[in-house]
């Protein structure tokens, strides 16, 4: 078997020379589904994990813009649609000078597992671009957001392409995108998710990845019999993920002592509360990427170019983006008597660091633990075509209800000799799903 995977990965590098992350994200995939590939005939000839590491359609563009000097400036602009089988291509665009098309197709890949997990139609995609918001102002902001949506607007649709926000891009910039986009094709659809509240956003939208994530955690603890009530917490990130988290922990009784930037990580030994949490919004707005601010408002310790994974807790959520954690942090977790680690980001380990924790602690890969906020951007894609909102408790009852089912799924694939295993359990249950999808589509 490994060497069938091992002449599977190469022909797959020799095809996309110096992809990183996306090798990585197809190795962790393709070790996972290749039992269930390799002995299912339907499957292998009609060469399915060769065409799911193929994006169906990848778009590059020019994305002028002119500064508030007046000066020109030029980015470069992403879509990468890959795999529409169950459904229009889904996933968020990504502002961040880290975005290439490496980047992105590691993005997109994951994203047709994940979105094949939560149970709803959507296919997978990732867009972007290298554009970074640090220290610009909200007019420049517009203006690309404008520039980049003029070319982007003529590739996707509600029932084409839907994409949502992602790191660098919140309400605000998806605010920006969507009136561009109804300008120019004079219609008001649901294109895109992470909408404000006004004008077809979903309640429990902001909030979704981090309440699914504990959500998942619930389901993890529970096979331990444990809940997550007094449990110590670390966090990376200072976002919307790490604020829906923190906020969803709280609630339940667990206590979060870390929250990072690029700058260092926060140990607040008090643990974080309502304030706090709220207060991690204005720093996130403030544009500055900066976390330390915290530890001077609130009087915590502030550790400068460290991250949370020294700290001593009973579970970690990486929170904030790719390979955020390293063996070595694993290492360091697990030995301060680390049990679980919920990866909240996508990719957020090394798959150095993925491999150790699978084997020492109970490890939920992001493509099941985050996928609580694709699953809300599906459900507001429903209210969009419902013309219809639903409620906050019934989105969050909703959102509830698929986590508890993306954890079913994984429990389902991924057990062997009574261990739960939830990265084949995440890679194999969203692999058949859309595997079966297109067998029965033929060859296209
Ligand atoms: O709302 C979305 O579709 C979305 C946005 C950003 C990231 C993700 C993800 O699943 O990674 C989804």
Not at 147 to 175: Q, Y
Request: negative net charge.
């Amino acid at each position: 078997m490994e060497a069938k995977i091992n002449e599977f990965m190469e022909a797959l590098k020799a095809r996309t020379a110096g992809e990183a992350e996306f090798h990585q994200a197809a190795q962790e995939v393709v070790e996972s589904v290749w039992e269930t590939y390799d002995s299912n005939p339907k499957y292998k000839n009609a060469k399915i994990l060769e065409k799911m590491c193929e994006p169906e359609r990848t778009i590059m563009f020019r994305v002028p813009w002119i500064n508030d000097n007046g000066e020109v400036e030029i980015n470069r602009g992403y879509r990468v649609e890959f795999n529409s089988a169950i459904g229009p291509y889904k996933g968020g665009l990504r502002f961040h000078p880290s975005v290439t098309l490496s980047a992105l197709k590691f993005l997109g890949f994951e994203q047709t597992f994940k979105n094949s997990l939560t149970t709803l139609p959507m296919g997978g995609g990732k867009g972007g671009s290298d554009f970074n918001a640090k220290g610009r102002s909200d007019n420049e902001i517009m203006r690309f957001c404008q520039s980049f949506m003029t070319e982007l607007c003529k590739h996707i649709g509600p029932n084409t392409d839907v994409p949502a926000g992602d790191i660098g891009v919140g309400g605000r910039e998806i605010g920006y995108l969507f009136g561009q986009y109804k300008r120019i094709r004079n219609e008001f659809t649901g294109v895109l998710t992470g909408k404000p509240l006004e004008f077809g956003g979903s309640l429990i939208r902001p909030e979704a990845t981090g309440f699914g994530a504990v959500y998942f955690a619930q389901h993890m603890v529970a096979e331990n019999k444990e809940t997550l009530e007094g449990k110590t917490v670390a966090l990376s990130g200072f976002g919307n993920v790490t604020w829906g988290a923190a906020l969803k922990l709280v609630e339940l009784g667990a206590k979060v002592v870390t929250v990072s930037g690029p700058d260092g990580y926060v140990y607040d030994k008090e643990g974080l509360d309502a304030e706090k949490i709220d207060y991690l919004l204005d720093l996130r707005a403030s544009n500055n990427d900066v976390v330390a601010p915290y530890a001077e408002k609130f009087g915590a310790e502030f550790f400068a170019g460290k991250k949370p994974w020294e700290a001593k807790v009973d579970m970690a959520f990486p929170c904030a983006i790719q390979n955020e954690l390293n063996e070595e942090d694993a290492k360091l977790l697990v030995t301060n008597g680390c049990k679980y680690v919920v990866e909240t980001s996508n990719m957020g380990c090394t798959a150095e660091a993925m491999l150790y924790l699978v084997d020492n602690c109970a490890f939920a890969p992001g493509k099941a633990a985050n996928a609580g906020g694709v699953a809300v951007s599906g459900l507001e894609m429903s209210q969009n075509s419902l013309r219809f909102n639903w409620t906050a408790e019934e989105v969050d009852a909703k959102l509830s209800r698929i986590m508890k089912d993306i954890h079913d799924t994984c429990v389902k694939f991924g057990t062997k000799d009574g261990k739960i295993n939830y990265v084949n359990g995440a890679n194999i249950g969203g692999f058949v799903k859309v595997a079966e999808a297109m067998v029965a589509q033929g060859c296209v």
